[in-house]
């Protein structure tokens, strides 16, 4: 029986170097012969990914609620690929997952129970990597694009939920580490590295899921 492979989230703000992190372990993975599969969240590719494009563009407007359960829909519409990946001994790794969704809509003032319902349930990660930078020091990396939400302002009240979760997380014995992504690419790939491989080989449970 082939023996199922571990799920890795790659979370942090704006212009931590998360897209080039996550890319970075897939190559590393696929070097090694390792069967990988890269998910980005949002997934801007589906009818529901393509409503989130628009309004992260500001091409249209949303509720706050309604966004929210667009950006867990978008993840529930992947949930049963990820799973079957996992148990056919493919490795997943995420660009953002649930942790972004309630960062973000909790910022608003939305409850943070509230935000963390939708996704109750999802695929766990085994892994989450959160990729933390200082605010001012990602603006300074080239700036923040035009979209929706990439402000040094609201950045900084999302590092603070992120905070918040990451303690809830850890608390219910969750495997979260915390990477100083201010650092050079290379060192912030050796440390991704590191965390990685402890976790590796010692996945043997069936895929857990979220919140419950
Ligand atoms: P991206 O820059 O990684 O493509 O993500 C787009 C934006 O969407 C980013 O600012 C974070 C935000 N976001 C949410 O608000 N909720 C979510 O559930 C996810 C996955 C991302
Ligand atoms: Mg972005």
């Known amino acids: 029986m082939t023996r ?7 979370e ?3 212009r931590s170097g998360k897209s080039t992190q996550a890319s970075i372990l897939c190559d590393h993975l696929t070097s090694l012969g390792l069967p ?5 969240f949002p997934d801007r590719r589906t009818a529901i990914g393509k409503m989130i494009d628009s309004y992260l563009r500001s091409e249209s407007d949303l509720d706050d609620r309604a966004i929210h359960l667009l950006f867990s829909a978008n993840r529930w ?13 493919t490795t997943i790794i ?19 129970k509230w935000c963390q319902a939708p996704d109750v349930g ?8 959160f990729l933390d930078i200082e605010p001012d020091i990602a ?7 035009t979209e929706r939400y990439e402000q040094e302002e609201v950045q900084r009240d999302v590092r603070q939920v992120f905070e918040r979760i990451e303690k809830e997380m850890t608390h219910a014995g969750a495997r979260w580490v915390k990477i100083d992504a201010g650092r050079t690419q290379k060192e912030v790939s050796q440390d991704v590295w590191v965390h990685v491989q402890s976790i590796l080989d010692s996945v ?8 419950e």
């Open 139 to 145: 603006q300074a990396r080239g700036g923040y694009g």
């Open 12 to 14: 942090g703000l704006d």
């Open 36 to 40: 990988v599969e890269l998910f980005k």
């Open 77 to 89: 519409e992947l949930a049963s690929t990820i799973s079957s990946h996992l148990e056919k001994g």
């Open 204 to 211: 043997h449970h069936p895929v857990g899921t979220l919140w």
């Open 122 to 129: 999802l695929p766990a990660p085994d892994l989450t990597m």
């Open 94 to 112: 995420a660009d953002r997952y649930a942790f972004s969704g309630i960062a973000f809509s909790a910022r608003k003032g939305l409850s943070y």
């Open 4 to 10: 199922r492979a571990p799920f890795i989230v790659v």
